[in-house]
């Protein structure tokens, strides 16, 4: 699944587009190297936002395509 979408499914970030646009301003970081919006994503990823001067890392634990509002908690495991 690609970063921006698994973003959106997630819902750490609410619109595909913000997430796009965040992979190419450089605010995303994956295992340390900053992602494009079309990285594959893979579970064990270790994903870094920077949202101004605060940042959320987590671990990617769970790739859903259609996930419930439930579900999308578990796809993640915050570090």
Same mark, same amino acid.
């Given at each position: 699944?690609? &970063?921006?979408? /698994? &973003?959106?499914?997630? +819902?750490?970030?609410?619109? +595909?587009?913000?997430?796009? *646009?965040?992979? *190419?301003?450089?605010? =995303?970081?994956? #295992?340390?190297?900053?992602?494009?919006? !079309? /990285? %594959? =994503?893979?579970? !064990? *990823? $270790?994903?870094?936002?920077?949202? !101004?001067?605060?940042?959320?890392?987590? %671990?990617? =634990?769970? $790739?859903? %395509? #259609?996930?419930?509002?439930? %579900?999308? =908690? *578990?796809? /993640?495991?915050? &570090?």
């Amino acid at each position: 699944m690609r &970063l921006d979408k /698994y &973003l959106k499914n997630s +819902r750490i970030i609410k619109r +595909r587009t913000i997430a796009n *646009d965040a992979c *190419d301003a450089g605010r =995303v970081m994956v #295992n340390g190297k900053a992602a494009k919006a !079309g /990285y %594959e =994503v893979k579970i !064990g *990823d $270790v994903v870094e936002i920077r949202f !101004g001067d605060k940042a959320i890392k987590f %671990e990617i =634990v769970k $790739v859903l %395509e #259609n996930p419930r509002k439930e %579900e999308a =908690v *578990d796809m /993640y495991k915050a &570090l």
